[in-house]
């Protein structure tokens, strides 16, 4: 019996390591499990000095994560509602095209402002900003039909904001909502096609257009996010469900439903006594996030 000795290549055994599948955004499959739980609660960040000016911007790391999540770069990201320019400016760090529409012409001038400060930080970026100012409504003058991947946005809440300045000044002028909170209420302008003037039905009629025409300029298998909250009109509405308000609204102008976050706000708002000692209320703390589909 004869015996050889053996001499194994190891390279040659070894498998080859695969290639990681990416999604449609260019996240791995580790990445994309890791940005779908449905509640978030990470999100706050410290307020500037435009923040306060404008009084209900979304925080940049809320526009970023969507961004990532539903879009891909070299895509077309829109926000009829620019407000400061938070969406377009994390399209553009993350390399996308942002484009947004804004009625008031101090906020677009804001946008612009915080843009040239994100240039000179920039080493390299492949993405661009440009915010209009105009009506949203008008959005078919500056997107071409089946053009946008993803619309992130926050609308004014119809005239909701008016009942805030007065009961605020009324009611809660000292209370923990202003001075601990330190929410800031103001109205975006006194434009009357303004979102924000509106009373809530007609609101609604409005956004369902909108919807109508964002489903035109929108591509197949596109996106629209809306960050919303719910809303209070005690006694006589004592919970207005604005996110499935204007989700239906959507699905009446052809988007799907396609998902729902919620955004936990609770661990940056103390709680206050609402309605006591006769009627309980809970603290609306949180904000949900519509996300809405346009069929392929």
């Not at 695969?18 to 779908?36: D, I, M, Q, V, Y």
């Not at 390399?95 to 677009?108: D, K, Y």
């Not at 102008?253 to 006591?276: C, E, K, P, S, T």
Request: proline residues 5%; neutral net charge; contains cysteine.
């Amino acid at each position: 019996m004869e015996f050889r000795k053996v001499t194994v290549n190891q390279e040659n055994t070894e498998p080859a390591s695969k290639p990681k599948r990416l999604g449609f955004n260019g996240l791995t499959a580790t990445e994309w499990a890791s940005l779908s739980t449905n509640v978030w609660s990470d999100l706050s960040s410290p307020r500037q000095a435009r923040h306060k000016e404008h009084g209900a911007v979304f925080p940049l790391k809320l526009a970023d994560r969507l961004v990532k999540m539903y879009s891909a770069p070299g895509d077309i990201v829109f926000d009829p509602f620019n407000g400061i320019g938070t969406t377009i400016l994390a399209s553009k760090r993350l390399g996308r095209n942002g484009v947004g529409i804004e009625l008031n012409p101090r906020f677009v001038e804001m946008t612009n402002e915080w843009l040239t400060e994100i240039d000179s930080e920039l080493i390299t970026s492949s993405g661009s900003a440009l915010v209009h100012h105009d009506d949203c409504r008008n959005m078919s003058k500056y997107l071409e039909p089946g053009s946008v991947a993803l619309t992130v946005t926050s609308p004014p809440y119809a005239n909701f904001i008016q009942r805030s300045i007065a009961d605020r000044e009324k009611t809660h002028k000292k209370s923990r909502i202003v001075l601990e909170n330190k929410s800031v209420v103001k109205q975006y302008s006194e434009h009357e096609s303004d979102f924000g003037n509106l009373d809530y039905d007609l609101f609604l009629d409005e956004s369902r257009d909108l919807f109508a025409t964002l489903f035109e300029v929108t591509k197949p298998d596109g996106y629209a996010v809306w960050v919303v909250k719910d809303y209070r009109l005690p006694p006589d509405r004592p919970y207005i469900s604005m996110h499935s308000d204007l989700a239906k609204a959507a699905q009446d102008a052809g988007w799907l439903w396609h998902d729902l976050i919620v955004w936990d706000q609770n661990a940056q708002r103390r709680l206050v006594l609402l309605g006591f000692p006769t009627r309980f209320y809970t603290n609306q703390n949180c904000s949900f996030l519509v996300v809405l589909r346009k069929k392929k």
